[in-house]
């Protein structure tokens, strides 16, 4: 395993331990409010501290960009690391188990290593850019489901923004219509894996921040999967706009998207 990865799998597991003896308690959790929809605990406070502790004292000279604490370091930094401590926070608070550590390495703006890391199941993700995706160690690929209509795909509900809600739905229902069917779990990070994995087939969403999906999409474009923002290009990180999947999985359901486009977001 590559050493930044070693490290990053040590952040993740401490994180873990702390949502998991958080999770025992909820009503003890003190909640606040950043936005409409969007929450912050105590909890994910906890966990980021306990990340970027762990990470600044194997590589003190690195950037970080964490959801709760924002940047620290140069932004232009040659490594920069990307934190989510708790994707899947509203999930948390009510109790539903699905919510992950997300910690992704960027080298000059590129994603090198990955981990999602799921404390309910215990399921650790990993990769490295070119040396595959693992689950637990095992190595993992897409699934080999070649037709949209035998597909099963994951989204994000928009939650936040509703500038788009009606390009959306009109995507949503196309695609309740023509596939197996659609699952929003609500956390985008574990979705991702699952493409990586092969249970689920693809996955679409607006809006996404880059802690969301930097960790995500690396597992599976070493799982052999394909990630592109709306319009087909590598700028999901920048646009938040995300369409995944199985090499042929994605093409179809990129285009389904693109259909709509019109009253979609840009790109």
């Not at 926070?89 to 994603?111: D, E, K, R, V």
């Not at 995507?171 to 699952?194: V, Y």
């Amino acid at each position: 395993m590559h050493p930044a990865l070693n490290i990053a799998v040590k952040a993740a597991r401490r994180a873990g331990q702390i949502i998991n003896r958080a999770s025992n308690d909820l009503d003890l959790i003190k909640v606040a409010s950043k936005g409409q929809s969007d929450y912050v605990t105590e909890v994910d406070q906890a966990a980021e501290t306990a990340i970027i502790e762990t990470l600044r004292e194997a590589y003190p000279n690195h950037g970080i960009l964490a959801e709760e604490s924002g940047l620290a370091g140069a932004s232009d930094a040659e490594f920069q690391w990307i934190i989510d401590p708790l994707d899947g926070t509203t999930n948390f608070i009510h109790g539903f188990p699905q919510y992950a550590i997300s910690i992704a390495l960027a080298h000059n703006g590129q994603i090198t290593q990955a981990v999602v890391y799921d404390p309910n199941r215990n399921e650790l993700f990993t990769a490295s850019k070119g040396r595959g995706a693992f689950l637990n160690d095992r190595r993992i690929r897409v699934s080999k489901r070649t037709k949209l209509q035998e597909s099963l795909l994951g989204t994000g509900f928009p939650y936040r923004e509703f500038d788009h809600i009606d390009s959306y739905l009109a995507i949503f229902k196309e695609l309740c219509q023509t596939t197996s069917g659609m699952r929003r779990p609500g956390a985008a990070s574990l979705d991702l894996a699952a493409v990586a994995c092969g249970r689920l087939d693809g996955f679409w969403e607006f809006g996404l921040a880059p802690w969301d999906m930097a960790a995500g999409t690396l597992l599976i474009s070493e799982a052999g999967g394909l990630v592109s923002d709306l319009a087909g290009e590598a700028t999901y990180l920048e646009t938040g706009n995300l369409v995944a999947g199985n090499p042929k999985v994605f093409a179809q359901l990129l285009q389904v998207i693109q259909n709509h486009k019109g009253n979609g977001p840009a790109a």
